[in-house]
């Protein structure tokens, strides 16, 4: 059980220190509420929880890394089957759910197990800086028997130890967009809008992307529509139990417990990283691998929530997002991507550092930001009136990579000079090496786009993972 309160909670003093821009989404998204929750539920590690979140942000905005990065390494040896599971920024009860789970589960979904009498656990404290225990616990999750609970302890340990790590990621991962092209052609994303949208509508968009004098006003009206149908179909995830609903019919959201490494059948669908969650009445806010608050809804009656212990594959194929139709901004700003550009739209992949990912498309020779998880179009300065400081922002396309930090900010040139911890030469030299690979893999020159799809060309079978 989570400990209970006995130390005040995160003074406002502190709550200063992490909305200073330099901190990130630590200090621009998450609420004051979560960091007093931290005071409150785990007492006397508060200030280590603080501390520790810090150094990752700050790593991850610099290319000094931390001298230090402590977290707590739990194991768990199950003697009946001779196996050894771990957890990394979890709790005891946590982790005990994750094993019983793991234990109980034959390829399918099972209710949760009592804990486990031959099982013998053991907690130390671990340096996520020390190279030998980091390619140690990189082993262990690729086992499927690691729980990794706080999504900076997942985010340090696999790529964002540094500015230009975390870079080198995001240009994977875009990179990576190319391999499933194959799977997932601009035919099979074209069938799919013309089922289950409007065929007339993407007609239309296809016409206007042909005809360069169409008004921009028209266009905007078409992407505009489809933002509110995407956004309606592809509703944004936030941990809902699959089985059970509030009283009122409401989906009842889950208890975040942790992210391990995705079983067989989910690699098969192109995740790598699952989420697990348990539907309980329990009132608890974590953080999830996205960073997003994660808050079990409180009932206020009898009911206690049906125990179930479910997954949330993070796929990162856009057919496997079609027909599941679950995603946060990562999954949803990819497929999106793809609808654009299977509609014949020029179309750029956008990171901001402070955890959210959306896209652009060139209408009338301009980029313009596109939001799918909000539906919004041409709304760049949406991120700061949520109190976000957008610090690095990029966007990734065939025709390379551009720093795009100034479009969604107000704040002045200096401002954001005094916010960034990376030399501008720096900025500038990754850009060009990634602009000169971007363009190799997909074989442009200056972006230009794979042949748009004709509605015509469509037939009567679902998309295909």
Known sequence: MLLKPSLPIASDAVFRLLSRPVFGRLGSSLP????????????????AAISTSLRAAKAAYSNEPPASFPTQLHTMHHEPSNQTFYALGSDQEKFEIFVDDFLGRAGEEVHLLPPSAAAAAAVREVDLVDEGF???????????????????????????????????????????FENELRECTNEDIVRHLTRDYDRKSIERLQQHQHQHRSSSEAIEDEIKRLLAWFRETFPYYHGFCPECTNQDGSPRRGRFIGATFANEAERRRNASITEIYLCDARKDTDTDTSGEESEADELGSSSDGCR?????????????????????????????????????????WVIDWDDHVWVEMLLLDKWVHIDPCEAAL???????SWGKSPTYVFAFGRGGVEDVT?????????????????????????????????????????????????VDARAEVPVTA
């Open 32 to 47: 004051k509420r979560l960091w007093e929750r931290i005071a409150r539920r785990r007492p006397g590690r508060a200030e």
């Open 134 to 176: 980091v390619d140690q616990a990189r082993g262990w999750w690729k086992t499927g028997r690691m729980l990794i609970g706080d999504s900076e302890v997942m985010s340090f340990l696999f790529s964002r130890q540094t500015f230009n790590r975390s870079f080198e990621s995001f240009l994977s991962t875009f990179c990576g």
């Open 308 to 348: 179930r212990v479910y997954r949330f594959p993070r796929y990162r194929a856009s057919a496997q997002i079609l027909r599941s139709k679950q995603g946060r901004c990562g999954e949803y700003s990819r497929l999106f991507h793809r609808v654009l550009e299977s509609l014949g739209f020029a179309s750029r």
């Open 378 to 384: 041409d709304a760049p300065l949406l991120y700061e």
């Open 406 to 454: 100034e479009r969604y900010t107000n704040a002045t040139r200096e401002t954001l000079l005094q916010r960034r911890r990376v030399s501008e030469s720096t900025i500038h030299a990754l850009v060009e090496d990634a602009s000169r690979r971007v363009r190799a893999v997909y074989g442009t020159a200056g972006g230009e786009q794979e042949t748009p799809v004709s």
